[in-house]
């Protein structure tokens, strides 16, 4: 199983940072015309891999009380989001929590088929059956109907997918979608984002299958109209049938709405853009991801999506400015959710989740608990060291290796799910070394046939039966999540009683197909981590 010694010193040497630069820049510069596939997977280990976690950046604790209760007391607690993100007022009852692949399917179906103006899709990838087919129906029939109403149809349809993973193979996202963008071209947009890490000599040796472990585009958001479906789950059909995830259904929110839309369109206008003959180009103007310089996508990138960020959050601090200064009366009584989207893009040097996340996870005080799940458990360093010396009481959930996305897999991925075993019973060892067993439990989700992907937290208040605040989108807390995809979520925050019991439902429902994990769990036989896979782990954990 071992790698051949020159491969090893290739490995080891790229993983200084300071060489991979080196690496990266030579190659860049031989490389940058060719553009050719195939290659050996012992290059999977070959990009950076060790960019340490930075030290949580220690702020003032919010003047609010853990137990407040009521508007002001929520407001007070969490109002410093606001500081960082934009803040969306929104009312509670236009919130709705999905619980099922099925009821995920349904909504997007429903939703586009009677889409007037605008359907914005962002995911990983499409899949290509039959599944993944009627969604493409759906669209044609919505474009259809808006060309025979109108000899200017008002409804945009504008997907964002991941370059590499949507190019997979000969049958893959990019055939599924183009007879729509040969047939609506001018109401038809695909975007395919590129990571500007994947480049020169790696991208010329990296093979396809594992290409997508450099970096990917992994927002998954759903917009239709002024209705948004934020998720972690794909355009595929095991999560719409039997994969686990967590959805929230914003319905007649159109700032939100207008805000994520903005957001795809910015990620669309720094990414390759599909043509009806499937090839792909830029937008006149732009940086190419992996032909153009390094340093250069990368700022120019970063400039278009903050602007969406930024003018966003100019709008937002002066609508709640002027809500401030007048009588808002019932408006307070309805609209008693707020919404604040964060984003990471570290490749881009855009790392607005990573600070809320920290500062969450840092102000989580004694009496308050924390249920936080990750279908694939990998705390960065600064979130365990968070989880670990915080006040606050956590129930963790991951998935059981049999339920694990990469359970039965060949090659390499087949080798994840005990990588995760291991890296579990690392984190719970460190539970049990420092005495915090009391405070700090992990489980493992069960579920015949089924697999777990599932990730965000349930934030309870001192004092609260209910979660007041929660954080739904594709990121795992993991280290691909901070450094290499592209990822956004929300975090929403509310008084709503319904809300916050739909809420609680969720996160019980989810965590009584769990087991909690003892030590006698890690000396089952199947949970026995063979020793190469012990070695590889440290590099693996960066990658899926």
């Not at 890296?423 to 070394?433: D, H, L």
Request: glycine share 6%; charged share 20%; net charge neutral.
């Amino acid at each position: 199983m071992a790698a051949p010694m020159s491969w090893r010193r290739l490995v080891y040497s790229v993983y200084s940072p300071a060489i991979t630069g080196v690496f990266t820049r030579i190659s860049d510069r031989l490389f940058r015309i060719r553009d050719r596939r195939g290659g050996s997977s012992v290059l999977l280990l070959a990009p950076l891999l060790a960019e340490a976690d930075p030290a949580p950046r220690h702020g003032t604790r919010p003047t609010g009380l853990a137990g407040a209760q009521g508007t002001d007391g929520l407001c007070t607690h969490f109002r410093w989001m606001s500081e960082h993100v934009p803040a969306f007022r929104v009312p509670g009852t236009h919130i709705h929590v999905l619980t099922s692949p099925d009821q995920f399917y349904q909504a997007m179906k429903a939703r586009i088929k009677t889409a007037k103006r605008r359907v914005v899709m962002a995911s990983l990838y499409l899949g290509t059956g039959q599944l993944e087919q009627e969604l493409v129906d759906c669209m044609e029939e919505a474009l259809q109907r808006s060309q025979e109403k109108s000899r200017f149809p008002d409804l945009k349809v504008s997907i964002l997918l991941d370059y590499t993973r949507g190019s997979r193979g000969q049958i893959n996202s990019r055939t599924m979608l183009l007879p729509l963008l040969q047939r609506f071209t001018s109401q038809m947009r695909v975007s395919l984002y590129h990571t500007p890490d994947l480049r020169g000599l790696l991208r010329l040796l990296v093979p396809q299958r594992f290409n997508e472990t450099i970096g990917v585009q992994h927002i998954k958001a759903y917009l239709f109209d002024d209705s948004i479906i934020i998720s972690g789950a794909n355009l595929s059909d095991s999560y719409f049938t039997n994969r686990q995830d967590r959805y929230v259904l914003l319905e007649d929110c159109g700032e939100v709405a207008d805000f994520f839309s903005e957001l795809v369109e910015a990620v669309g206008d720094v990414s390759l853009q599909l043509q009806p003959d499937d090839s792909v180009t830029m937008l006149e103007g732009m940086v190419h991801p992996y032909k153009g310089n390094r340093q250069d996508f990368s700022a120019s990138a970063r400039r278009r999506i903050m602007e969406v960020m930024n003018a966003a959050h100019m709008r937002q601090q002066l609508a709640n400015r002027s809500e401030d200064s007048e009588d808002e009366g019932m408006s307070e009584r309805e609209e008693d959710t707020w919404v604040f989207p964060l984003v990471q893009m570290k490749p881009l040097g855009i790392q607005v989740d990573e600070q809320v996340t920290q500062r969450l996870l840092m102000d989580a005080g004694p009496d308050s608990t924390v249920f936080l799940t990750s279908g694939y458990f990998n705390l960065t360093r600064a979130y365990m060291r968070l989880v670990l010396g915080a006040g606050a009481s956590y129930r963790i959930l991951t998935a059981s290796p049999e339920v694990n996305g990469f359970f039965g897999a060949k090659g390499v991925a087949g080798a994840i799910p005990a990588a995760y075993i291991h890296i579990a019973r690392q984190f719970y060892n460190r539970v049990c070394q420092l005495g915090q067993q009391e405070r700090v439990h992990l489980h493992e989700y069960h579920r015949p046939q089924w697999t777990f992907h599932a990730k965000g937290l349930w934030y309870y208040l001192q004092g609260q039966d209910r979660p007041c605040l929660t954080l739904i989108g594709s990121p795992n807390f993991g280290y691909r999540s901070v450094h290499r995809d592209l990822e956004a979520q929300i975090a929403i925050v509310t008084e709503n009683e319904e809300l916050q019991s739909q809420l609680q439902e969720e996160q019980e429902m989810l965590y009584q197909l769990s087991t909690e994990v003892s030590s006698s769990t890690f000396e089952r036989p199947d949970r026995h981590v063979k020793l190469w896979v012990k070695l590889v782990t440290p590099f693996i954990k960066n990658f899926f």
